[in-house]
């Protein structure tokens, strides 16, 4: 999880998951050409028909931009299918400069991925929610929630230019911590926590919350009264 800067006008100060908005270049078709492992069309059935393939693929590709954004963490494969390997030194540095252009929008993601020939290899990535802010509240967010397993050789940044700081901790320990004064949490991330400290592997969650499931199962709810919207 990671903490969010205490001067950030909407959730200063909470832990939260790493994300952020779909862009426009998240789902341009050059960008989308350097996807692999999920179509457009299957993206929006799982969406439940809300976005066009296109726009659909763009909301995954932007779980791996804000994921590499925030924590440096790079759902890619080459394009031969191989693991992408940030251990070593020099590509390191590189690719680190470059995750820095791209938050400083110097540089377009879709840009990034033609340079590193990397593709977006999204069978890493399975959706998992969907929450909306309740009309009480005046800034609102439509929200998705996406699991990803930890790609061999990495580990994310312990902050970067939107994160204080971030931390792994398992799920029942999250939840134990929430009511303490420096752990905060809002209402749809204890749910998600709490969904996940009931699974009790990677193959299990895949099993339940996968790429085919089925959006008649997952429609979008609302922290207030946790009703279906």
């Known amino acids: 999880m990671t903490r969010r800067p205490e001067s950030m006008r909407f959730l200063g100060g909470f832990y939260v998951f790493p994300g952020g908005t779909v862009h426009r270049d998240d789902h341009s078709e050059r960008t989308l050409a350097r996807c692999c492992e999920l179509s457009g069309e299957a993206a929006s059935r799982i969406l439940g028909g809300q976005h ?7 909301h995954w590709v932007a779980v791996v931009r804000e994921l590499f954004e925030e924590v440096g963490i790079l759902l890619c494969v080459t394009e031969s299918g191989a693991a992408v390997e940030l251990r070593d030194g020099s590509a390191k540095t590189r690719i680190e400069q470059k995750r820095q252009a791209i938050v400083k929008k110097q540089l377009e993601f879709g840009d990034f991925l033609e340079s590193e020939k990397f593709l977006c290899d999204l069978s890493q990535v399975a959706y998992f929610d969907h929450w909306v802010t309740p009309a ?56 998600v926590l709490s969904e996940f400290a009931r699974i009790p592997s990677w193959a299990e969650l895949q099993r339940r919350f996968g790429l085919c499931r089925s959006s008649d199962h997952n429609s979008a709810l609302s922290p207030r009264g946790f009703q279906k919207l």
């Open 136 to 191: 009480i509240y005046s800034m609102r967010f439509d929200t998705r929630f996406y699991a990803a397993i930890l790609p061999p050789g990495q580990m994310p940044l312990k902050c970067s230019e939107e994160v204080t700081h971030s931390l792994w901790i398992k799920p029942g320990e999250a939840l134990a911590r929430m009511n303490r004064s420096d752990f905060p949490i809002l209402p749809p991330t204890t749910t």
């Open 52 to 58: 066009d393939a296109q726009v659909a693929l763009g």
